[in-house]
């Protein structure tokens, strides 16, 4: 019986380091037998495989124990260590920009993670520029992208870009009847919170106002409106400001003592006086008076005066030294 030779062997790491850098990397191991008696041979525990020589997937850290025996029964045990290099995945927080219609989005994906190198590119364009800036060609405008890492995974999101609600700006106006040159203003617009409006050097705020003007003519007035989120619009109009005036003046009247109609009297507001006359068929003043108070009784001088059409001739004294002149006809019925 001779000496039994003792059973030894190697186990090599074909790769650089212990450690892989991506989930899934694969390292080759391989065992070779260096001292046995007889015939030897072996097996991995992880899979019970006799293959000597082998690439094991890492997923995380973890050992992989090769079993080496010879025909005289001895075994001998290699195990390697190996272990994945921290790697946190890839991903993106959603950042919506909400922008005013008309205005540009600033979009600028952050995404965190992942194995370097990262390559970024937008999937509509397939351009890598990051922020990029775009003007949303919809309501909601999703913009998508992909980032592939050093470990081959794939992130596809999207950027996502709202236009707001746009305000819509809008106002009425009317020119105050009893009060020369003042004028009401009312907005009429649409999905504002604020307004603000520029007129005659004035910058007034508010939802309706009353403004009284130095002079008759015609002003701009410009509404801006802001929505709660910012978005703004505005409208500019010229508004006419008049020293508007209102008279009423009977067509006919009943000077017959029935106690219904029976003078004849101007009723109006916004003037500063009146000259009124009263013609016959003939051109002859049969009435006149400058008191816009006064009821005339159908007469002329103290004698009725017969039925007929009459025509007449009112000059009214405006504010500013205006004047506005009207004629018509005055029926006398009885």
Do not use: H
Request: with cysteine.
């Amino acid at each position: 019986i001779r000496d039994k030779d003792s059973l030894e062997g190697t186990l090599t790491l074909n790769a650089t380091s212990d450690t892989v850098n991506c989930p899934g990397d694969s390292v080759e191991l391989s065992v070779v037998a260096t001292d046995f008696e007889g015939l030897f041979d072996g097996f991995w525990l992880a899979d019970s495989t006799y293959l000597p020589s082998r690439y094991f997937q890492v997923d995380g850290d973890t050992s992989f124990t090769y079993v080496l025996f010879d025909e005289c029964g001895d075994t001998v045990e290699f195990t390697e260590e190996l272990y994945l290099k921290p790697y946190e995945p890839m991903g993106y927080e959603r950042d919506t920009i909400r922008v005013c219609p008309g205005d540009s989005a600033y979009l600028a994906p952050v995404y965190l993670g992942g194995e370097n190198p990262l390559t970024f590119y937008w999937l509509d364009n397939l351009t890598q520029t990051n922020p990029r800036v775009i003007l949303p060609w919809n309501d909601t405008t999703f913009v998508p992208f992909s980032v592939s890492d050093g470990c081959d995974v794939l992130l596809i999101d999207s950027a996502l870009a709202i236009n707001m609600p746009k305000p819509s700006a809008g106002f009425q106006y009317l020119n105050d009847p009893y009060v020369p040159l003042r004028v009401a203003f009312s907005e009429k617009a649409q999905n504002e919170v604020s307004w603000t409006w520029y007129l005659d050097s004035t910058v007034i705020t508010g939802e309706e106002f009353e403004y009284d003007f130095a002079r008759p003519g015609d002003y701009e007035v410009t509404q801006v409106v802001t929505s709660d989120f910012g978005c703004f619009d505005s409208i500019t109009l010229l508004v006419a400001v008049e020293t508007d005036f209102y008279l009423y003046i009977p067509t006919a009247f009943s000077p017959n003592n029935d106690g219904i109609n029976d003078c004849f009297s101007i009723q109006g507001v916004g003037f500063e006086g009146i000259q009124f006359e009263i013609f016959n068929r003939w051109g002859n003043v049969v009435y006149s008076s400058q008191d816009e108070t006064d009821c005339w009784d159908g007469t002329y001088k103290g004698k009725p005066l017969p039925m007929g059409a009459y025509s007449w001739r009112l000059m009214v004294d405006l504010p500013f030294d205006e004047i506005s002149i009207k004629e018509g006809i005055l029926n006398i019925i009885r």
